[in-house]
């Protein structure tokens, strides 16, 4: 088979994705399908090489991709080299395959070979709870977060929950990425797969550092949430005071962090409106210039101080994360963790791995947080949480 010839012909996106995803899980082979905010390219990276590694010299990594769970992040980052490496480009509503960047020597078993394979297994979940204790659990939590916060002990708790749906009888995950990447056009549209951390599919609309050409640096703060409603423009969106006091912390935070390392010299746009699928949040980005302030590991060092950042965890940070840590009844896992591409033409984007969910045989488990204050609402928080699980599940 001529592969190079198979280079801008039209293939059909679901073919991409089922067929990958079955022959890295039958084959136990590291795999990220990707696409960036704002873009129409769709990535795809495997390895079977991926390997844990620690935050320390990230500029340094050849191209690939990294993920790292909410707890002890910094040390327990997997990264997956672009061994193979390809793209796919919109046409219309077909995608042409437009550039295999590395791996061209085994393409043809991810798109042709994999035909042969057995179908996916997936494991089944476990200790699914009822919807009744789930709420309970959590309106329990919440409750909890907001006495200690009336103590004095923290400013803003952000409590989670993990939320078990059964899947429906013909559910296929390309279908669900592809109706997720038409509705978040400004998410990291991501899907996930590694032997230890199973299958994984998000929407996330955080970025949490973008480095661009070792040139530009950019974070933002994100936070507070309402249903989004059709017809209303972005500039008329109206937000109560909790979420824009919540919003203000975030800002605080980030900006406190740059003046740990003494950066001074950076723009400030928002806060600001934006849509995400279903939900609108408040938005400011921070935007410096790597090259002015003559700071070229600023995105390590960056990533290093603001994770967890305080619109998923709280503050002041520590002490909120040991908070969790002790009392939250479920296990975050990826969720509230990073993920995203590294040195990948020469860019570095990193995202909060947010409205996301993990995949099993028979269920999809969902996970949302919602930041709590001296003003929070448990009743209010806990439908937050639903909204935000609907992100994912409205598409099923």
Not at 130 to 155: L, R, T
Not at 302 to 309: A, D, F, Q, S, V
């Amino acid at each position: 088979m001529d592969r190079k010839a198979d280079l801008g012909r039209d293939i059909k996106i679901d073919q991409v994705i089922n067929r990958s995803l079955n022959y890295c899980i039958n084959k136990n082979i590291g795999l990220i399908i990707y696409r960036l905010p704002g873009t129409k390219t769709i990535h795809l990276i495997a390895s079977d090489n991926y390997e844990k590694i620690n935050h320390n010299n990230l500029d340094q990594l050849k191209p690939g991709y990294i993920t790292a769970p909410f707890f002890e992040a910094l040390d327990n980052i997997t990264y997956i080299p672009a061994d193979l490496h390809l793209t796919c480009e919109h046409s219309g509503d077909n995608f042409i395959l437009d550039n295999i960047l590395s791996g061209e020597e085994i393409i043809e078993s991810f798109l042709y070979d994999s035909e042969k394979t057995n179908s996916i297994s997936l494991p089944s979940a476990t200790n699914i709870i009822s919807k009744e204790k789930d709420k309970d659990q959590f309106i329990k939590y919440v409750s909890q977060c907001i006495e200690e916060i009336g103590k004095g002990k923290f400013k803003k708790v952000v409590p989670a929950r993990a939320k078990y749906t059964n899947l429906p009888e013909d559910f296929n995950i390309a279908d669900l990425y592809i109706s997720l990447e038409k509705s978040f056009p400004n998410g990291m549209i991501n899907l996930l797969f590694t032997p230890n951390d199973g299958l994984w599919i998000g929407a996330t609309p955080e970025t949490l550092i973008e480095v661009k050409g070792k040139e530009i640096f950019k974070t933002m703060a994100l936070a507070g949430t309402q249903k989004a409603q059709d017809g209303i423009a972005l500039k008329d969106v109206l937000w109560r005071t909790k979420e824009i006091e919540e919003q203000a912390l975030v800002s605080r935070y980030i900006i406190n962090c740059l003046k740990k390392i003494r950066v001074r010299e950076f723009e400030e746009e928002g806060p600001k409106s934006i849509r995400s699928g279903n939900l609108f949040h408040l938005m400011t980005e921070f935007i410096i210039d790597i090259e002015k302030i003559n700071f070229p590991e600023l995105g390590q060092v960056m990533l290093e101080l603001l994770h967890p950042t305080s619109a998923v965890c709280g503050m002041p940070q520590y002490e909120t994360e040991q908070f969790i840590l002790e009392h939250e009844p479920i296990n975050r896992k990826l969720f509230a963790g990073f993920m995203g591409p590294v040195n990948v033409n020469n860019d570095t984007h990193i995202f909060v791995n947010l409205r996301c969910a993990k995949i099993y045989n028979n269920h999809i488990l969902t996970y949302a947080g919602a930041g709590v204050t001296i003003d929070s609402d448990p009743e209010k928080e806990f439908e937050e949480t639903e909204l935000k699980c609907q992100s994912i599940l409205r598409h099923l």
